[in-house]
C-alpha cells in the first residue's frame, strides 16, 4: 500500500506540489489529478521514490525508506525523464529496459525471444515514438512487469496521448486485476467521464471528521446560525449575527393616561 503524507515539492522558482495526501491499496488503479505538465511530472517523481519531498512523507508498506519505495515502484513515460526516446526503436527499448531487470544475466529474457512472446514482431523495427500510443502503454506496463521485486505502478499523464481514454483505462485496470494486483496510480490533467473509482487532486489532504452536533443543541444551531454559515462558507460580506434583541419604541398605553384623567376629577 502506498501512503503519501503531506507531501510537498518546491521548485527553482515556485511550489511544484502543494501539500498532498493520498494513499493507493494492492489491486486498485488510483488517478491523481493535477495542473500543469510540470506539477504532474513532479508529483510522479516523488510519489515512486525518484525524488526525495521537500517535506511530508511517502511509504511503501510500513517503509517510509526511498530505497524500499523505489524498489518496489515503477515510474513509467514521464515526459522528459524516461519516456520512449525518439531516437530509439521498439526492439532497442525492449533490450535496455530488460537489462535493468535485477537478476544474474543469465536468467533475464532475451530482447528479440520477449518481442515474440508478446506479440511486438510486427513493430520491433519501428521507431518506438511512431508505434500506436496505446501498445506502447502496454509495452511499457509489461517491461516494468519483468521485474519481480514491483508492485506499484505510477505513470505520468497517460492521458496526453492521442487515444481515447477508456484505451488506456482498460490496461491500467487490466494490470491492477492481475494476479500480481499491482498498486495502478496515473497522474492525470482530468478524469475520464466514466471514471467511477478513487481520485485524488493536486493538493488534497485528508479531511477532518465532521464533529457530530448534540440532538438537543442541532434546532438552535439552526434557527440562529444560518446567516454565520453563509458567510463563513461562502466567504460573504453579510452583517454578523447579533444575540440581542433590537428594543422597538412602543406607543405610548392608552390606559394609563386614562387612570391619570379619572384621577384629576376625584
Known amino acids: 500500500m502506498l501512503i503519501a503524507d503531506s507531501v510537498t515539492v518546491k521548485g527553482r522558482h515556485e511550489q511544484l506540489v502543494p501539500p498532498t495526501s493520498?494513499?493507493?491499496?494492492?489491486?486498485?488503479?488510483?488517478?491523481?489529478?493535477?495542473?500543469?505538465?510540470?506539477?504532474?511530472?513532479?508529483?510522479?517523481?516523488?510519489?515512486?521514490?525518484?525524488?526525495?519531498?521537500?517535506?511530508?512523507?511517502?511509504?511503501?508498506?510500513?517503509?517510509?525508506?526511498?530505497?524500499?519505495?523505489?524498489?518496489?515502484?515503477?515510474?513509467?513515460?514521464?515526459?522528459?525523464?524516461?519516456?520512449?526516446?525518439?531516437?530509439?526503436?521498439?526492439?532497442?527499448?525492449?533490450?535496455?529496459?530488460?537489462?535493468?531487470?535485477?537478476?544474474?544475466?543469465?536468467?533475464?529474457?532475451?530482447?528479440?525471444?520477449?518481442?515474440s512472446e508478446h506479440g511486438f514482431d510486427d513493430v520491433a523495427a519501428d521507431w518506438a515514438d511512431a508505434i500506436d500510443p496505446a501498445r506502447r502503454l502496454e509495452l511499457q506496463l509489461l517491461l516494468a512487469a519483468e521485474n519481480p521485486h514491483v508492485e506499484l505502478l505510477v505513470l505520468d499523464s497517460p492521458d496526453r496521448h492521442d487515444l481515447h481514454d477508456e484505451l488506456w483505462m482498460d490496461l491500467l485496470i487490466e494490470f491492477a486485476s492481475s494476479p500480481r494486483e499491482f498498486a495502478v496510480l496515473a497522474i492525470v490533467s482530468d478524469i475520464p467521464y466514466d471514471w467511477d473509482g478513487p481520485v485524488s487532486y493536486l493538493g488534497s489532504l485528508p479531511e477532518q471528521p465532521e464533529e457530530i452536533a448534540d440532538p438537543i443543541e442541532e434546532e438552535t444551531l439552526e434557527e440562529t446560525s444560518s446567516e454565520g454559515f453563509v458567510q463563513e462558507e461562502l466567504d460573504l460580506d453579510l452583517p454578523e449575527p447579533t444575540s440581542q434583541v433590537p428594543v422597538i419604541d412602543q406607543p405610548a398605553s392608552e390606559e394609563p393616561a386614562a387612570e391619570s384623567s379619572e384621577a384629576k376629577d376625584n
Open 22 to 115: 493520498l494513499s493507493v491499496q494492492r489491486g486498485e488503479v488510483h488517478l491523481v489529478v493535477a495542473d500543469p505538465q510540470i506539477s504532474r511530472t513532479a508529483l510522479a517523481l516523488a510519489l515512486s521514490g525518484r525524488m526525495q519531498p521537500t517535506s511530508g512523507a511517502v511509504a511503501w508498506g510500513h517503509s517510509d525508506a526511498l530505497k524500499t519505495l523505489r524498489r518496489h515502484s515503477a515510474l513509467l513515460d514521464s515526459p522528459e525523464v524516461n519516456e520512449p526516446e525518439s531516437h530509439m526503436k521498439v526492439r532497442d527499448v525492449v533490450g535496455e529496459d530488460l537489462a535493468l531487470v535485477p537478476g544474474p544475466i543469465w536468467r533475464k529474457p532475451r530482447a528479440k525471444k520477449w518481442i
